[in-house]
């Protein structure tokens, strides 16, 4: 997504000169082309699948939405198997219209969990719980801290549910070190954006380049290292200026900026 | 600050008029108005001064901007003063230029009420740090969740030192009910404002009127009623769609809305 004006194919070439080993793929560039066909892509070009992009949107209270979220997120974990990656990153979903209650809606995210968890299990895919910045608790996620998302998980076998390190949504808080000392082997997922400001309208589209904004980008991979993650790291940049350079010239800045703020 | 569109002696009478018995005031407009002036408009009207806002933005690391800061709230605490209120609000700041290390700036803000505290406890003037939503971190308030500011707080004596509990900044964080039954009396002031979404561009001007958005007004309205607060209760809106509108039709809707929503 950080480079979303890319093709796939243009993309898989441009990580493979680059020397990327890996690629987080989303649902909706996947579909378009393909789920298998994708695979074969990326598969053909040396390239491991980190991770899929996004399965959750979990809270709903009507039955058949509930009913359809479901549907979808074992859609997802088949595209997940598909892919040939073992880890779907779930976003846990926001407030239904009208209602103003918070933990009702993380339990029924843990409902939800309960029957997705031994699906994805026994075809060997992970579920990833992603807390998503306080900003976004009303209308995306109201999993907002990764304690929150860790007392989720921790429900469920180690091997099933964990949680996704995101620099950008977690920076601010100070509990979130101990919280990654505390996930271990939980961390399914470790993602790096930076923190700019003003942000923009609707607010979903400023991450940051790296390096260029207020993330100690550099800290974060070290306390994740600490506790036990020896997985990939992603670069998840979702910014409007971002996305009309050039995708070639742009994957390559971020591929520098991380050798120079993280590695 | 709700409605600033109105000038001082308007929201005097609108007050009146609608029976609301205080008014917190921001020091732009009461500087230009005058400190004695609003202070007797505001006394002749026969309405308290809940609290004065604000002080703050203490994190700076060069010494020069930091005596500066200093200057500046001992100026705040001497208009909070001279308008017969006990409260002024602080919003703590955010990272200095460059920096990255948001516990150092934290630990500076405890430095700076080190100073601030006695000086302002000698003249009965209390000290109300105001956490700020966690999308404020980098360039407002590295403050960002009612435990940080009691943890800031509890280093005075309660007398002088307390928080600010604002629904706005803290209505996601499912530790914030726990934090407001042990700040106590600490709470110094109340603040309601509701959340809603999409975020503007900047996101400093986008609090919901009451009733309009996520938060459940009255369960907080509750909470801090448990923990033994009876002080007054403050209706903060900044949103220019509001500020729009005719102030005294917008502060009747207010008015209303607390009375519906908080009450």
Chains 1, 2 share one sequence.
């Not at 009507?62 to 598909?82: F, G, K, M, Q, S």
């Not at 918070?102 to 029924?108: I, M, N, Q, S, T």
């Not at 207020?214 to 600490?226: F, Q």
Request: charged residues 25%; contains cysteine.
């Amino acid at each position: 997504m950080t480079v979303k004006q890319l093709s796939l194919p243009e993309l898989t070439k441009a990580c493979v000169r680059l020397g990327v080993p890996g690629v987080g793929l989303w649902r909706e560039p996947v579909q378009a082309y393909g789920a298998e066909a994708a695979a074969a892509l990326v598969r053909d070009a040396g390239l491991a699948v980190t991770t899929l992009c996004r399965g959750g949107f979990l809270t709903a209270v009507d039955p058949d939405r509930r009913a359809e979220a479901l549907a979808d997120n074992r859609a997802a974990i088949d595209e997940a198997v598909t892919l040939g990656t073992d880890t779907l990153v779930l976003v846990s979903g926001g407030l239904p219209a009208g209602s103003r209650d918070l933990p009702a809606a993380r339990e029924r995210i843990a409902d939800a969990l309960g029957e997705l968890a031994p699906y994805a299990g026994e075809r060997g895919i992970r579920l990833a719980i992603e807390p998503l910045h306080p900003m976004f608790a009303s209308d995306r996620c109201v999993v907002s801290t990764l304690d929150q998302a860790l007392e989720l998980a921790e429900r469920f076998p180690a091997e099933q549910v964990g949680v996704v390190v995101d620099t950008y949504h977690i920076w601010w808080d100070d509990r979130a070190p101990a919280a990654v000392a505390r996930a271990a082997e939980r961390i399914f997922s470790f993602q790096l954006a930076d923190w700019t400001t003003p942000l923009p309208a609707g607010v979903l589209n400023g991450r940051g380049q790296l390096g260029d904004g207020a993330v100690d980008l550099r800290a974060w991979r070290e306390r994740v290292d600490k506790a036990g993650y020896t997985g990939p790291i992603e670069v998840e940049l979702f910014n409007d200026d971002l996305w009309e350079r050039d995708g070639v010239e742009l994957l390559t800045e971020v591929a520098e900026r991380y050798v120079e703020h993280a590695l």
